[in-house]
Structures are given as structure tokens and as C-alpha cells.
């Protein structure tokens, strides 16, 4: 294995987990309820009264972020080293893996694991066992 020290990040990624982990935190003290991108828009998909604006709002600020930092910072150069059927693929499979595990990653990798949840942890672990396989399957086993 080697690094890519020329697109090594580590200043950003860094700055990126403490963002995610500190929204993760004002959002269940302020809110009292979990940051998983899956169980928001899954609420929108089944809206209660008084549920549907703070729902709408997050997944719009999502939405919106990217855009604004295009409109700040300019166009950046984006690399995919997938066809498009692969694409659809794996976001299939992500969406049937976060409905048999009850939660997307960011519900439990940052949410559930920051609450000592056991749940959480054993989905983490399976999220990131399967990850770990499915790559070494598709550049080491099935590109050869």
C-alpha cells in the first residue's frame, strides 16, 4: 500500500470530522434527536405534523452547502474511478444496507458510537468489515 502524499489531507479531513462531530453534538443538545441523514429523509418520505420544516431545512442546507462553496472557492476537479453502473450499484446496495441496519453511517458511526450504543458499534464494524473486503475484492481479486 502506498500514500498518495501529492492529495494527502490530512489538515482538512481533520477539520471535516471535528465540523461533522460538532454539528452531531448541537444537533441532539439542541434537538435531542440523532443526526442520521437517513432517518431525516426518511422522515419526509413519512411526514408527521410540526416534523416536516426542520427536516426540509437540514436536507436544503446539504443541498445548498456544495453550491456555495462552488459560488466561494470555484469549480474544483472531480475524479471518479467508476462507470456509472457501479455507481448505481453500490448506492443501491448503501440503501438496502441502511435499511437492514436500522441507520446510515453518520447515524451510527458518529451518533450512535459517540452514545456507546452497542447497536451502533456492531453496525460500524459491519459497515466498515464490508468496506474493507468489498475493496480488496474489486482491485485485488477482480481486476486481475
Same mark, same amino acid.
Given at each position: 500500500?502506498?500514500?498518495?502524499?501529492?492529495?494527502?489531507?490530512?489538515?482538512?479531513?481533520?477539520?471535516?470530522?471535528?465540523?461533522? =462531530? &460538532?454539528?452531531?453534538? *448541537?444537533?441532539?443538545? %439542541?434537538?435531542?434527536?440523532?443526526?442520521?441523514?437517513? @432517518?431525516?429523509? #426518511?422522515?419526509?418520505?413519512?411526514?408527521?405534523?410540526?416534523?416536516?420544516?426542520?427536516r426540509l431545512s437540514l436536507v436544503l442546507g446539504?443541498?445548498?452547502?456544495?453550491?456555495?462553496?462552488?459560488?466561494?472557492?470555484?469549480?474544483?476537479?472531480?475524479?471518479?474511478d467508476a462507470g456509472w453502473a457501479t455507481l448505481?450499484?453500490? =448506492? &443501491?446496495?448503501?440503501? *438496502?444496507?441502511?435499511? %437492514?441496519?436500522?441507520?446510515?453511517?453518520?447515524?451510527? @458511526?458518529?451518533? #450512535?458510537?459517540?452514545?456507546?450504543?452497542?447497536?451502533?458499534?456492531?453496525?460500524?464494524?459491519?459497515?466498515?468489515?464490508?468496506?474493507?473486503?468489498?475493496?480488496?475484492?474489486?482491485?485485488?481479486?477482480?481486476?486481475a
Amino acid at each position: 500500500m502506498t500514500i498518495d502524499w501529492n492529495n494527502f489531507t490530512p489538515w482538512a479531513s481533520l477539520s471535516g470530522g471535528i465540523l461533522l =462531530g &460538532l454539528a452531531s453534538a *448541537v444537533f441532539i443538545l %439542541f434537538n435531542g434527536r440523532i443526526l442520521g441523514i437517513s @432517518g431525516i429523509i #426518511g422522515g419526509l418520505l413519512r411526514p408527521t405534523s410540526g416534523d416536516v420544516g426542520w427536516r426540509l431545512s437540514l436536507v436544503l442546507g446539504m443541498l445548498a452547502a456544495p453550491l456555495i462553496y462552488f459560488v466561494v472557492a470555484g469549480p474544483s476537479a472531480v475524479r471518479i474511478d467508476a462507470g456509472w453502473a457501479t455507481l448505481v450499484v453500490a =448506492g &443501491l446496495l448503501v440503501g *438496502v444496507g441502511t435499511r %437492514f441496519g436500522s441507520g446510515c453511517t453518520s447515524g451510527h @458511526g458518529v451518533c #450512535g458510537l459517540s452514545r456507546l450504543s452497542p447497536r451502533s458499534l456492531v453496525a460500524t464494524l459491519t459497515f466498515m468489515g464490508t468496506g474493507f473486503v468489498t475493496v480488496y475484492l474489486v482491485r485485488h481479486v477482480l481486476a486481475a
